[in-house]
């Protein structure tokens, strides 16, 4: 009888350690689902026409050789409408594309201008989401109405040492 009591023990326990074992792996299962799920919602939130309103930051470039900056500019400004340089009017869409409709200062672009871009949970990636060093923006904030997104390129070329940051706030417009 012991022997049973044994294997009738350690199949309990085996049986246990079964059913923590699915139990973990459910939970696990619902949290990517959750990840997924927020992913996904941020990823539809994005669809939609958006305008800057603000912008703070810097953009420093900074000698390596003594320390001194060759130029400074630290911002912390409202964008009313498209006399400001900073002003931009974009669109996302399913498929990817982002449809840049207005700037303050188009340079050389040719207006609407139409680019890829990628979405990775909480950054955005592509040409008109990166810069000089860095190939993603972060998505700092999200609603149905507002968008937050942080650009924080760093890094050496034959200038200098370049430190930019930017932290500019959107609002969805009906279109």
């Not at 350690?10 to 689902?33: D, T």
């Not at 927020?38 to 810097?58: F, I, K, N, P, R």
């Not at 139409?114 to 972060?138: E, I």
Request: glycine share 6%; hydrophobic share 35%.
């Amino acid at each position: 009888m012991k022997k049973f009591y044994i294997l009738s023990a350690a199949l309990h326990k085996g049986f246990i350690f079964m059913a923590a074992a699915a139990v973990i792996s459910v939970l696990s299962l619902s949290s990517c689902k959750e990840e997924k799920s927020e992913a996904a919602t941020v990823y539809e939130m994005l669809q939609g026409t958006w305008v800057s309103t603000h912008v703070e930051g810097h953009d420093y470039l900074i000698d390596p050789d003594t320390g001194q900056y060759k130029w400074k500019d630290d911002f912390n400004e409202d964008i009313n409408d498209i006399s400001n340089e900073m002003w931009i009017k974009f669109r996302l869409d399913r498929n990817n594309k982002i449809t840049i409709l207005e700037l303050g200062d188009p340079e050389d672009l040719t207006l609407p201008a139409v680019l890829n871009y990628t979405f990775n949970g909480r950054q955005l990636g592509g040409v008109a989401f990166s810069g000089d060093f860095t190939k993603y923006t972060n998505i700092v904030e999200i609603t149905d109405t507002k968008l937050v997104l942080e650009l924080d390129d760093k890094g050496t070329d034959e200038n200098g040492y370049n430190d930019y940051y930017e932290l500019s706030t959107y609002v969805k417009v009906n279109e």
